[in-house]
Structures are given as structure tokens and as C-alpha cells.
């Protein structure tokens, strides 16, 4: 936690520095963590934050297993990572995803 508010401190014009990202493969995909974790970071990374701290979680508090994301919006030199139309951009990389079984 304390990395993140640290990361926050460098740019505090960025009014929603912490993102949450959840991503849930179909009920019918069969992934193991591993497969799991490497979906993770293949979409942190086409979406800009592979650079980024980030923390993965996987959930299987529903009836699937699923992943939480939480990063940070401020790169490390203070800039703001463009969050515009942040939906339709992960949107699109998940069905680019859709390949990873």
C-alpha cells in the first residue's frame, strides 16, 4: 500500500490514480493459475501498464475463478498514464485475448 500511495504522491492532479481491472474468462474455459497469471500480464501490458506496480489476485468467489487487477495511473516520472476511454480500449484487448485457452 504503501508503494501505491507513494506513487499517488508524484502527481496528485490525477484525480483517480488506482485502477481496478477484473477480468473473468468464460465459465467453460479451463485455465490454470499459470495460464491465468500470463493472461494477466499479456493485458497489462497491451494496455499500457506493464510497466506499471501491479498486484493480481484470483477469485473464485463466484461460480468461476477470475482475476483483480489494482495499479496505479501515475508512472514512476510523475506523468499520468492516458486513462481515455479506458472501457473500450480493455474491452478490446480481452476479445484480442480470446485465443488463450
Known amino acids: 500500500m504503501e508503494t501505491f500511495e507513494n506513487q499517488s504522491?508524484?502527481?496528485?492532479?490525477?484525480?483517480e490514480?488506482?485502477?481496478?481491472?477484473?477480468?473473468?474468462?468464460?465459465?467453460?474455459?479451463?485455465?490454470?493459475?499459470?495460464q491465468?497469471?500470463?493472461l494477466a500480464v499479456e493485458?497489462?501490458?497491451?494496455?499500457g501498464y506493464g510497466d506499471q506496480p501491479y498486484l493480481i489476485y484470483l477469485h473464485a468467489d463466484i461460480d468461476r475463478k477470475h482475476l483483480h487487477i489494482v495499479s496505479h495511473r501515475v508512472r514512476?516520472?510523475?506523468?499520468?498514464?492516458?486513462?481515455?476511454?479506458?472501457?473500450?480500449?480493455?474491452?478490446?484487448?480481452?476479445?484480442?485475448?480470446?485465443h488463450i485457452s
Open 76 to 98: 514512476n516520472d510523475g506523468q499520468k498514464i492516458d486513462y481515455y476511454r479506458e472501457a473500450a480500449r480493455a474491452m478490446a484487448i480481452c476479445l484480442s485475448l480470446i
Open 9 to 15: 504522491a508524484l502527481n496528485e492532479r490525477v484525480k
Open 17 to 34: 490514480p488506482i485502477i481496478h481491472i477484473s477480468l473473468n474468462p468464460s465459465p467453460q474455459d479451463k485455465l490454470t493459475e499459470g
Open 36 to 38: 491465468m497469471a500470463s
Open 43 to 47: 493485458f497489462m501490458e497491451k494496455f
